[in-house]
């Protein structure tokens, strides 16, 4: 099982770079372990390119259609004191936004406070950065890029 950060699973849904790269990641695991704001966090982002124009009416319904799928696929990390605590470490300690020191805080609760044990799919690069100072295996790796 991986953790997959919003920013991984959105090009699972609709046609993004790296969306072939990121659907073979889930075909070698299939298990997805989630921020209990994902979904929120992909509806978003799926709103804001239908109104940008880049998504058509159609192209939304279905991705709205494959996120309700996906969701009830994956398992999640609910909110809670312990990710509270970690998030608050997490903004002291790296450069990040409130949302994304949650996304991490959620990794670093489900991996039981040892990192090594749980690898994160994610494609934002700050939110990259801070979980491998933080001692993640952070995938799609540099060196996937092509």
């Not at 994902?38 to 939304?60: C, K, Q």
């Amino acid at each position: 099982m991986r953790f997959w950060d919003s920013s991984a699973l959105l090009p699972l849904l609709i046609d993004e770079p790296r969306g072939a790269q990121l659907r073979q990641l889930l075909a070698e695991d299939p298990l997805i372990l989630a921020w209990w704001s994902s979904r929120v966090e992909m509806a978003s982002a799926l709103a804001r390119r239908e109104r940008e124009g880049l998504l058509t009416g159609p192209e939304t319904v279905a991705a709205f259609a494959g996120l309700q799928r996906l969701a009830q696929s994956w398992e999640e990390v609910t909110p809670g004191d312990p990710v509270r605590s970690a998030a608050l470490r997490l903004l002291r300690a790296h450069a990040l936004r409130a949302a994304d020191s949650l996304q991490l805080a959620a990794a670093v609760v489900a991996a039981s406070g040892e990192p090594a044990a749980l690898e994160i799919v994610c494609l934002d690069e700050r939110l990259c950065a801070a979980a491998r100072r933080e001692g993640f295996t952070v995938l799609p790796t540099a060196s996937d890029n092509s």
